[in-house]
């Protein structure tokens, strides 16, 4: 009864689209298509390809479909100019956190907090954690823990608001463009964590769930600088992504072109890919589907040890403990962190982890403002971008 709960809280959630999307035939949204027609579209799919070179044909026409769809190179150039905000550093055990804005282009923040390792070493892997959809997202216990956890095993890690949540307030979430801007924030996240001097960046890891598994496999589809990623229950054969952030710019389908989602989430191959899935949501099937699909690609590089599913039968559409875990094991072997201090005989131990109120993790308060060139609202930004 739980799951069959978590999962209609899920999709009423990530359903409700707006009216004037349907009318766009180039757009695959929610559940686009039935489990069965999923799987016939996956043998279409692997039709398309034999190995090496012809996936890699495929992979870059579905890049250049992302890339496009989105308008992504429509996006100011910016490099550096990211006038960081940091606000209320709290040391806590073993690790420190920080409020942080830092300016996506010009007139637009992105809010989140820094979560960084007490212990000094001379570099840093760092972590991106996109969260998913719901209330506040950034500031619940599992994002705090999950953070806190990282940043004590050795990484800097940087979470932060999707567009029209938390602190993120210039837009709404429902904007036509936010599945770009999502994207293009996500890419300032990773740019302002190269530019510090003690991030090593060949050590970059990238998770989140639900939409915030939706900007991992995104990002690190078009962005070769993440080394890492675990996208959790998302990766999906039949479920595009039923929010405009993630399937609301025709970025699945062209005249003449189809994918879905399994096939982004495998661009990264052949770097270290951990698919985390569960038995109540669109990733029920991902051990008989969707991770077949991905190993096949994997197996064209012969790096079929670098691909891995965590998939929990009996768990819900969460990014609950034992999917923690999973991904902690993951990172730690794949970032070269170092778990002895909160690994133990029966798993992990996040009992070290103090969780804040929401505003203690506030980036702007009654003492911090927002900048005075705060871009507000969806039109404002939209006119900025010329989108």
């Known amino acids: 009864m739980k799951c069959k709960m978590i999962l209609t809280t899920a999709v009423l959630l990530l359903v409700m689209l707006p009216q004037s999307y349907a009318q766009d ?11 069965d027609e999923a799987k016939v579209m996956m043998s279409r799919f692997a039709r398309q390809w034999n190995d090496k070179n012809s996936w890699e ?7 250049s479909g992302i890339i496009e769809g ?20 709290r040391e806590m055990d073993g690790y420190s956190v920080e409020n942080i804005a830092i300016e996506s282009f010009p007139g637009f923040y992105i809010t989140g907090n820094i979560y960084r390792p007490a212990k000094k070493q001379k570099k840093y892997a760092a972590i991106l954690t996109p969260h998913g959809h719901g209330v506040d997202k950034r500031f619940s216990e599992e994002t705090q823990k999950r953070c806190a956890m990282f940043a004590r ?16 307030m210039q837009v709404t979430h429902k904007m036509p463009i936010a599945l770009v801007l999502q994207t293009f924030n996500s890419g300032r996240v990773l740019e302002y964590l190269l530019s510090l001097s003690d991030v090593d960046p060949d050590r970059i ?12 496999f995104i990002l690190s589809a078009v962005d070769n600088r993440i080394k890492a990623a675990a996208p959790v229950v998302q990766v999906s054969a039949h479920f595009f992504g039923g929010c405009v952030c993630e ?16 096939e982004i989430a495998a661009l990264f191959a052949p770097k270290p890919l951990l698919i985390v899935s569960d038995g109540a949501d669109w990733t029920k099937n991902t051990p008989d589907v969707e ?24 768990e819900g559409h969460d990014y609950g403990y034992s999917k923690r875990t999973a991904v902690y094991k993951f990172f730690n072997r794949y970032l070269q962190l170092d778990d002895k201090s909160v690994a133990s005989k029966n798993g992990y131990q996040e009992d070290f982890v103090t969780i804040l109120t929401k505003p203690e993790l506030y980036v702007f308060d009654n003492e911090v403002k927002m900048p005075a060139n705060a871009l507000q609202g969806d039109d404002a930004v939209i006119k900025y971008l010329g989108l």
């Not at 180039?26 to 489990?35: A, H, R, V």
């Not at 044909?57 to 890049?63: L, V």
């Not at 990238?206 to 900007?215: N, R, W």
């Open 153 to 168: 095993m050795g990484a800097i890690v940087f979470t932060y608001d999707m567009v029209g949540t938390g602190e993120c």
């Open 70 to 89: 989105m308008k992504l190179t429509s996006m100011p150039k910016v490099s550096g100019d990211f006038n960081p905000i940091i606000t209320h550093r």
């Open 57 to 63: 044909t495929r992979a870059a026409q579905i890049r």
């Open 25 to 35: 035939t180039t757009l695959c949204m929610g559940k686009y298509w039935s489990e």
């Open 291 to 314: 991770y077949p699909y991905i190993q096949k690609v994997y197996a064209a590089y012969q790096a079929n040890d670098h691909v891995s599913n965590a998939h929990f039968a009996n």
């Open 247 to 262: 399937s609301g710019m025709p970025i699945h389908k062209r005249s003449g072109f189809q994918t879905n989602n399994v």
């Open 205 to 216: 890891g990238m998770t989140g769930y639900s939409g915030g598994g939706t900007q991992t």
